[in-house]
């Protein structure tokens, strides 16, 4: 029997069951599509799916030892994103929806481009991965979502109450950044580690940022992975609430990320331990949010940072400038080591990819020989021999169940801010170091902070295979760690012996990398930014009053001088005509 | 349609056509034409060009009308004819109040608004396809920029079973490493992509790989981000030069991926 004939018998036999069923459930009804719509569907499947999902279905594609969470496996019938209740599978607009705007901060994206039908086609061609989908007892009618309630005082004081009660903080943590005592541990059905959504940052809720969105996932869960669903309980207004406590946690739908830093005056010292002197400050300082992405262009590449975006501030008096950085991470892991030269396989040992597993065309030995691979030793730094940590405990579990404890990773938590060591010449202003720690000709300075150590390192690098250790600037920090948020605020004098110095109105290039030790990440395995600016706003008040006066009394005056001039003129050959008649009169002018 | 905000420019020359069809004054032509410009350089744009720019434009513009007005007696008698009288009769004096006030207010809000716009950081221009050098070597082979060519293309006709199996590795190659940036479909809108400055390139785009030799495409894949000329800005390009992680093969691989994906071909040897 052809996997094709036996298709079509279990669709007629699903068939039959869904005929006796149908008055019972008018619109939850198997729906397998034809074979013709299932054939389209693989095209369309072929072409833009199966790189991550599998040409199979299982979610075992080429990009999936390199992507976190895991694609999908349609092999197993189960799905996060419903609006039926748990353990139930989605409808076809449930999954319409997960293809048409993606799951935002995965790499399922949205395919805005595919049509309805093509979308419709492929719907029907995932179904056929799992024969769940012709078992009529697995579907349900989606559950009613209300409309939101108001967002009252008493409202979120309730959803607190609900959020403390349900124990959501064990792993959203109690402010909801995603840093719960149990978040570390949290795996799905597969037995993939998987992270608690971090409640602040809606715009990175893989479900979506609504209110709807929020109430869904409380009361559907997400099949296979620990977020249960509350349907059972929670009271309907109970989850309303707890959707308006939860909203209350983050202030936008958008990260509305900047591309600069406004570096305020002041007047006061910047003095980095009277903590409330410093709070104040920064205070009054803005806040840009700027985007993390891994570092995927060098070896030691990483493809799954957790931190997907930094916080940062600045303020200056007339002879030090201050920076504070502050980013979310589920734990502080404050006992192992780092430093943004630490050793990184040219293969991580945290995927399945490369090497000779995968290189089709053969000749990868020659290749590992070049570049010195996985099997270099690795080159001595200042912070002692890092070349035999990597391979002991590669594998699946890099993600550390076993080191679940809390600040037991082997690499520590850590940051840096980055700076060009001179500013651009006048006449390229474009100029800048290579934003992976600079290169031979125009190298950067690094303001590393070890979190297990809490002070700042100065390191200059001309590359990445070139980062000393400086001591031409004093750089001091102070750190803390409070419910799942990193705050560093660095200090240093203005004008600098060997690097770059903060003038008034200066823009200064600057870039961030943030190491999450919970990820491994150590070296050049790191979250980082493009380039940004720090601009040192003038310390002078700015009035608009005078430039705008100006501007008004300039062109006031150009127009009475022209009005004048016209008019002079006007007078004069009105009064010349005269005379001219008066001559012509009398006698021709001696010219 | 190329980039341009259609209703506004339609509506800017249909104002022009008004003006043809009522014979307008020289001054009021004068007037729409540095009005207009302006409003298109403004609001024209679906993704707005810098402020330097349209000041230059404008300043360019603003010498050559004046030029204009100037170039003959008549002509210039004709076009301050109307200013004359607007100063000079006194049934107009209230409409010459009126533009005594009027002016510098408007040259006020400009001062004011250009002392309040939010601060940017600079923004500097870039080559997207700077010239390549004449030859590149990658791993030991050199490849000549204007004579070289995809390897493995001519077995699309040739004999396309071993075609196939270049482009499904080329597939491989994309996925265990490029989408990240340049996107699943291509679009340069990858998950990273957000973070990046430039954006990764959009291969969907019919102005990018079809404008491209496919040697170029080696190069850029080969050499990255750190291999471009300085008009590249190479020092903000996240691109890696792939020859640190691909072989050969796998590098003329994704080549032929990415052009076959998207249905285009590689602009042929010498074509411009």
């Known amino acids: ?184 541990t949290l795996v799905n059905d597969k037995g993939d580690p998987i992270r608690a959504a971090d409640l602040t940052q809606r715009w990175t809720y893989r479900g979506g940022p609504t209110k709807e969105d929020i109430y869904r996932t409380f009361s559907t869960g997400l099949n296979g992975t620990p977020m249960p669903s509350y349907a059972d309980s929670l009271e309907v207004e109970d989850r309303q609430h707890l959707v308006n406590y939860v909203y209350s946690l983050g202030d936008a739908d958008d990260p509305n990320y900047g591309t600069l830093i406004t570096a305020v005056y002041s007047e006061e010292p910047l003095d980095l331990q009277d903590e409330e002197a410093l709070d104040a400050l920064f205070e009054s300082a803005p806040m840009t949010r700027f985007p993390l992405v891994g570092q995927i262009t060098e070896p030691g590449r990483n493809f799954f940072p957790p931190v997907t975006s930094i916080e940062a501030q600045a303020v ?35 995927n399945g990819i490369g090497g000779d597993a995968t290189d089709a065309a ?47 990773a082997e690499f520590s938590d850590a940051v840096a801010l980055q700076f060009p060591a001179s500013l651009a010449p006048e006449e390229t202003p474009e100029l800048k170091p290579y934003f992976l720690y600079g290169d031979a000709q125009n190298p950067v300075d690094l303001w590393f902070v070890n979190l297990t150590y809490g002070v700042a390192d100065t390191f200059r690098g001309r590359g990445s295979d070139s980062i000393e250790a400086t001591e031409a600037d004093i750089v001091e920090a ?100 005269e005379t001219a008649g008066t001559l012509t009169a009398t006698e021709a002018p001696a010219v | 349609m ?21 014979r307008a004054h020289t001054l009021v032509w004068l007037l729409y034409s540095l009005g207009a410009l302006w409003a298109f350089f403004k609001f024209g744009f679906v993704v707005p060009i810098p402020q330097s720019v349209a000041t230059i434009y404008l300043a360019i513009t603003g010498l050559a009308l004046v030029a204009y007005a100037s170039s003959s007696r008549e002509r210039l008698a004709e076009t301050v004819q109307p200013i004359k009288r607007l100063i000079l009769e006194p049934r107009y004096r209230l409409a010459l ?7 510098p207010a408007l040259a006020a809000y400009n001062a004011y608004a250009d002392l309040t716009m939010p601060l940017e950081a600079p923004g500097f221009g870039r080559e997207i396809h700077p010239a390549p050098p004449p030859e590149i070597t990658v791993h030991d082979e050199t490849v000549n920029m204007t004579t070289g060519d995809n390897p493995y293309l001519h077995y699309k006709a040739d004999d396309p079973e071993l075609y196939g199996k270049h482009l499904e590795n080329g597939r491989r190659v994309y996925y265990e490493n490029c989408f990240w940036c340049h996107g699943d479909g291509m679009g ?85």
């Open chain 1, 316 to 350: 200056y008096n007339r002879d030090e400038i201050a920076f504070r950085v502050r980013w979310h991470d589920l734990r502080a892991d404050t006992s192992g080591r780092n430093n943004p030269s630490l050793e990184v396989p040219m293969w991580d040992e945290d």
């Open chain 1, 362 to 408: 053969g000749d990868s030995d020659d290749f590992f020989g070049d570049f010195g691979g996985e099997e270099a030793p690795a080159e001595d730094d200042f912070f002692g021999d890092s070349g035999d940590d990597f391979f002991g405990d590669g594998g699946d579990d890099f993600f550390g169940a076993a080191d679940a404890g809390a600040g037991g």
């Open chain 1, 1 to 184: 029997m052809t996997a094709q004939t036996r298709l079509r018998r279990q669709v007629a036999a699903t068939f039959a069951v869904a005929t006796v069923l149908l008055p019972l459930s008018a619109s939850a009804q198997v729906d397998l599509g034809t074979e013709e719509q299932r054939a389209a569907g693989k095209v369309v499947y072929d072409k833009y799916c199966g790189q991550c999902h599998g040409d199979t279905g299982d979610g075992n594609g080429y990009a999936t030892p390199r992507v976190k969470p895991k694609p999908r496996d349609f092999t197993t019938g189960t799905y996060k994103f419903r609006t039926t209740p748990n353990g139930m599978l989605p409808t076809d607009d449930d999954l319409r929806r997960v293809i048409e705007i993606g799951a935002p901060y995965t790499s399922m994206p949205g395919w805005p481009n595919l049509t309805s039908t093509e979308i419709q086609n492929v719907i029907y061609y995932i179904k056929s991965f799992s024969p769940d989908f012709e078992n009529p007892d697995r579907y349900a009618e989606p559950i009613d979502i209300p409309r939101p309630l108001e967002s009252t005082e008493e409202s979120i004081a309730r959803g607190r109450v609900v959020y403390e009660e349900q124990g959501c903080g064990a792993c959203h943590g109690e402010a909801g950044r995603g840093d719960g005592a149990s978040a570390p």
């Open chain 2, 97 to 103: 109040a009126g533009l005594l006030v009027a002016l």
């Open chain 2, 2 to 22: 190329w980039g341009l905000n259609l209703p506004i420019v339609l509506a800017l020359a249909a104002i022009g056509g008004v003006l043809v069809w009522r």
């Open chain 1, 478 to 577: 102070v750190t803390s760690y409070d419910q799942g948020a990193w705050t560093v605020t660095y200090k240093r004098r203005r004008s600098s012996r060997a690097g770059v110095s903060f003038a008034e109105e200066q823009y200064t290039p600057v870039a961030f990398s943030v190491w999450d030790g919970f990820n491994r990440e150590r070296g050049n395995k790191r979250a980082l930014s493009s380039w940004f600016y720090v601009y040192t706003e003038p310390s002078a008040e700015q009035t608009v009053a005078g430039p705008v006066l100006r501007a008004a009394l300039i062109v006031l005056a150009i127009e009475l001088l022209v009005v004048f001039l016209v008019r002079r003129r006007a007078r004069q050959q009105a009064a010349g005509e």
């Open chain 2, 188 to 272: 340069g809108d990858g998950m990273f992509a957000h973070g990046l400055n430039p954006v990764p390139s959009n291969f969907n785009d019919v102005g990018t790989l079809p404008a491209l030799q496919s040697s170029f495409v080696h190069w850029r894949i080969a050499k990255g981000g750190p291999g471009l000329p300085g008009p590249g800005t190479p020092w903000d390009s996240a691109m890696p030069a792939w020859e640190k992680f691909l072989t050969t093969e796998e590098m003329w691989d994704v080549n032929l991926f990415i052009y076959d994906f998207n249905g285009f071909e590689p602009r042929a040897l010498g074509q411009h």
